[in-house]
């Protein structure tokens, strides 16, 4: 039972545009979710975070959207740059269940020249 | 600030044998938690410890061991290894306990079992 759903394996974007990811979660016990960009054989790498209480959080090209009553979130990257690609994940947590994050399958980005 | 370190990098073992992989969390850091990454599971929580007291335990089998000691370094110990536990093996540190702080994660160790 995957409680993280990413269901677009990949994604293809041309610089500059924007690249827009989505994750769905089934458990409502989730209060907080981040975003991570891994490369091949490095670890994930941090890259934004909300909280529930929250519906919207920016950092430089990086906006996140959660909609509780969807259970949906997304990654907007504007303008998306070719170093931007890299495996997403997103990932949920719960704040009665310590550190234990739960991460979706990932969705591959690519941006093209 | 130097990130997380994870040793060794990589590592080839023989089934039955047994493993022991190091974690080095940031400076300052109490939380460690170990994930494993597969290609047909992706992501999967094994564990995480705080303050020498582990905390949550994801669903793993018991050859899947970890500790931590009091300088927040934690080590995990897969005991007669299985071909499929060939997987990279990823520690996170956390300032904090908690689910509302964020984790940074290590390069990993890729182990592959033959």
Known sequence: DQQVKQNSPSLSVQEGRISILNCDYTNSMFDYFLWYKKYPAEGPTFLISISSIKDKNEDGRFTVFLNKSAKHLSLHIVPSQPGDSAVYFCAASADNAGNMLTFGGGTRLMVKP | ?114
């Not at chain 2, 494993?36 to 599971?41: N, V």
């Not at chain 2, 061991?65 to 300088?71: E, L, P, Y």
């Not at chain 2, 005991?79 to 540190?93: F, M, N, Q, R």
């Open chain 2, 1 to 114: 600030k130097a990130g997380v370190t994870q040793t060794p990098r990589y590592l080839i073992k023989t089934r039955g044998q047994q493993v022991t992989l190091s974690c080095s969390p940031i400076s300052g850091h109490r939380s460690v938690s170990w994930y494993q990454q597969t290609p047909g599971q992706g992501l999967q929580f094994l564990f995480e410890y705080f303050s020498e007291t582990q905390r949550n335990k994801g669903n793993f089998p018991g050859r899947f061991s970890g500790r931590q000691f009091s300088n927040s370094r934690s080590e995990m110990n897969v005991s007669t290894l299985e071909l499929g536990d060939s997987a990279l093996y990823l520690c996170a540190s956390s300032l904090k306990a908690g689910g509302s702080y964020e984790q940074y994660f290590g390069p990993g160790t890729r182990l592959t079992v033959t």
